[in-house]
């Protein structure tokens, strides 16, 4: 399948602009593989840095995202605009990821949690420092999932939060609201460590 073959496009990930991509939609949804290739190079790294946010593992992200571009290409005839495709594109992302956590626990018998529990070093490979991944793995663990899926995709994918905001389908006030107490949280958090 020629989805396979675009895992790896080089080069940055150019803004993404929602008329733009809507356009590529409904042109992909006739069909149109270039269009499709073309929305792919636009979103892919805001829905890996969304799926990893929520996975927490490279690999599944990339599984996750596979998966998840699979099922836009074949669900994209049915698209009806709605100005957010990114954040279509990050509903059916997040359904991905539970199908993933579903299977995985009745495969394996394994609970949710376990399988969140990763070490920080699988979304901020930056942190060379033992005890430092130690301490923001920790971090992150007191944070509720959506405060540390805002906090990740601002810092790791690069998101800005009218766009976190779009993707999440929440306000931006309260997209900024729940960052504002996220940081709040991990400084406490790492001044009562430090």
């Known amino acids: 399948m020629f989805i396979l073959g675009m895992m790896a496009l080089p080069g940055d990930q150019p803004a993404t602009d929602d008329r733009?991509?809507?356009?590529?939609?409904?042109?992909?949804?006739?069909?149109?593989?270039?269009?499709?290739?073309?929305?792919?190079?636009?979103?892919?790294?805001?829905?890996?840095?969304?799926?990893?946010?929520i996975v927490k593992d490279p690999g599944d992200a990339e599984e996750v995202l596979q998966e998840t571009f699979v099922r836009v290409w074949t669900s994209c005839p049915n698209y009806r605009p709605?100005?957010?495709?990114?954040a279509?594109?990050?509903?059916?992302?997040?359904?991905?990821?539970r199908m993933m956590?579903?299977?995985?626990?009745?495969?394996?018998?394994?609970?949710?949690?376990d399988l969140s529990d990763r070490e920080v070093e699988d979304y901020c490979p930056q942190v060379e420092n033992a005890?430092?991944?130690e301490a923001l793995n920790a971090a992150l663990g007191i944070l509720a999932e959506d405060e540390r899926s805002i906090v990740l995709l601002h810092a790791s994918a690069g998101m800005k939060h009218r766009e976190i905001a779009d993707a999440m389908r929440l306000p931006l006030s309260t997209?900024?609201?729940?960052?504002?107490?996220?940081?709040?949280?991990?400084?406490?958090?790492?001044?009562?460590?430090?």
């Open 175 to 194: 997209v900024l609201s729940k960052y504002s107490r996220a940081m709040k949280k991990l400084q406490k958090y790492l001044g009562e460590e430090g």
């Open 20 to 53: 733009a991509d809507e356009k590529l939609l409904e042109r992909a949804g006739r069909g149109d593989k270039e269009a499709f290739q073309e929305l792919y190079r636009n979103t892919y790294r805001r829905v890996y840095g969304y799926v990893l946010s």
């Open 101 to 113: 956590f579903r299977s995985r626990k009745h495969d394996a018998d394994v609970d949710i949690e």
């Open 82 to 86: 709605q100005g957010k495709p990114l």
């Open 131 to 133: 005890a430092d991944r």
């Open 88 to 97: 279509w594109i990050f509903t059916i992302a997040k359904n991905e990821c």
